[in-house]
C-alpha cells in the first residue's frame, strides 16, 4: 500500500486558503486519492476524491499533477469550523481489497 | 446518501465482560467493511477487514479471537471486544465500501466509544 506523508500541522487565519500538500511517491495506477476531514470523537468525513488532475466540488477542491506523486487539497477561505485533522489516503478496489492506510494526517489549526 | 451507523455511541463496561459494537449502511448495500481503533491523539489504526458471508481478515498483531467480527448481511457488521479490559480503551470506527464500487470510497460511522473499568 501507497504510504502518504503530510506535514504535521498547519495554522491558518479565517479567510485565508489552505493548501494542504500529501506525498504518496508509490502510488499504484488503479489507486485513487482520497481526502478526509476528523473532528475530535468522530469518525472521518469524506472531502473529496480524485484519480487526476484536478477536482473540485463544494467544500475544496484537489490537485493532482501528471505524475500523481502528490496530491493538494485546497480549503477556500476557511473558518473556524474547518479546524480539524486532514488525512490523505490512497488505495483502490484492486489493491489489497481496498484496504485504507491512515498516516499522521495534518492537524489544522484556523485561528481568528 | 452513503450514511454509516454505528451503536452504541459509547459503553462503559467492567473489566471481563465482552462488549459488541454494530455498524451498519443505511443507504447502500457493503460487501466489505472495515473496522479500526483510534487512541487519544493518534490515528486511525486498521484491525480487520469485514467480508459479507466469509471470515474476516486482521491486521497483523490484533487478536482475532478477542476481537470477533462477523458480517452476516450486506448492511451490518459487528466487532465484539471479548473479555474486555482497561487496554482495550479505546474509539472503535468502522467504514464501508459500497459493492462495486470500484473508486474505493470508504464512508466511516461515527464511532463507539469503549472504556473498560
Known amino acids: 500500500l501507497a504510504k502518504t506523508t503530510q506535514p504535521i500541522s498547519m495554522d491558518s487565519y479565517e479567510g485565508q486558503e489552505v493548501n494542504i500538500t500529501c506525498s504518496h511517491n508509490?502510488?499504484?495506477?488503479?489507486?485513487?486519492i482520497t481526502w478526509y476531514q476528523q473532528f475530535p470523537s468522530q469518525g472521518p468525513r469524506f472531502i473529496i476524491q480524485g484519480y487526476k488532475t484536478k477536482v473540485t466540488n463544494e467544500v475544496a477542491s484537489l490537485f493532482i499533477p501528471a505524475d500523481r506523486k502528490s496530491s493538494t487539497l485546497s480549503l477556500p477561505r476557511v473558518s473556524l469550523s474547518d479546524t480539524a485533522v486532514y488525512y490523505c489516503l490512497v488505495g483502490g478496489v484492486n489493491n489489497q481489497g481496498g484496504k485504507l492506510i491512515f498516516g499522521q494526517g495534518t492537524e489544522l489549526s484556523v485561528k481568528p | 446518501g452513503a450514511v454509516v451507523s454505528q451503536h452504541p455511541s459509547r459503553v462503559i463496561c467492567k473489566s471481563g465482560t465482552s462488549v459488541k459494537i454494530e455498524c451498519r449502511s443505511l443507504d447502500f448495500q457493503a460487501t466489505t467493511m472495515f473496522w479500526y481503533r483510534q487512541f487519544p491523539k493518534q490515528s486511525l489504526m486498521l484491525m480487520a477487514t469485514?467480508?459479507?458471508?466469509?471470515?474476516?481478515?486482521?491486521e497483523q498483531g490484533v487478536e482475532k479471537d478477542k476481537f470477533l467480527i462477523n458480517h452476516a448481511s450486506l448492511t451490518l457488521s459487528t466487532l465484539t471486544v471479548t473479555s474486555a479490559h482497561p487496554e482495550d480503551s479505546s474509539f472503535y470506527i468502522c467504514?464501508?465500501?459500497?459493492?462495486?464500487?470500484?473508486?474505493?470510497?470508504?464512508?466511516f460511522g461515527p464511532g463507539t466509544r469503549l472504556t473498560v473499568l
Open positions: 467504514s464501508a465500501r459500497s459493492s462495486g464500487d470500484s473508486t474505493d470510497t470508504q464512508y
Open positions: 508509490n502510488i499504484a495506477t488503479n489507486d485513487y
Open positions: 469485514s467480508n459479507e458471508g466469509s471470515k474476516a481478515t486482521y
